[in-house]
């Protein structure tokens, strides 16, 4: 079956970095698109960043541009999201997640997701 597996998480002071993992198993890694999405208690999962198929193209979210870069290594089945400059509003719980089709800033467009990873930035 398919898992998305996330790592990387913590808790890190306002300025820090971060790299979360995920690693991906039970499918075809490069005939989907990856995501990265994030849930902050009491509000609704938003669109972080993703990256197409092959990494040749990434989008972001506004609230992280420059300041938070997707990449993916096919080889590995990895898709990883760099978080530096962090900040108190970045806490969440940060979820991957694969699209058949095309990277996209929609979660309902996502086939499968990881179980999640915590990120707390103190200030």
């Known amino acids: 079956q398919v898992q998305l597996v996330e790592s990387g998480g913590g808790l890190v002071q306002a300025g820090g970095s971060l790299r979360l993992s995920c690693a991906a198993s039970g499918l075809t890694f490069t005939k989907y698109a990856m995501g990265w999405f994030r849930q902050a208690p009491g509000k609704e999962r938003e669109f972080v960043a993703a990256?197409?198929?092959?990494?040749?193209?990434?989008y972001s979210a506004d609230s992280v541009k420059g300041r938070f870069t997707v990449s993916r290594d096919n080889a590995k089945n990895t898709v990883y999201l760099q978080m530096n400059s962090l900040k108190p509003e970045d806490t969440a719980v940060y979820y991957c997640a694969s699209n058949f089709w095309e990277a996209t800033i929609r979660a309902s467009e996502y086939d499968y997701w990881g179980q999640g990873t915590q990120v707390t930035v103190s200030s």
């Open positions: 990256i197409s198929r092959s990494g040749d193209s990434t």
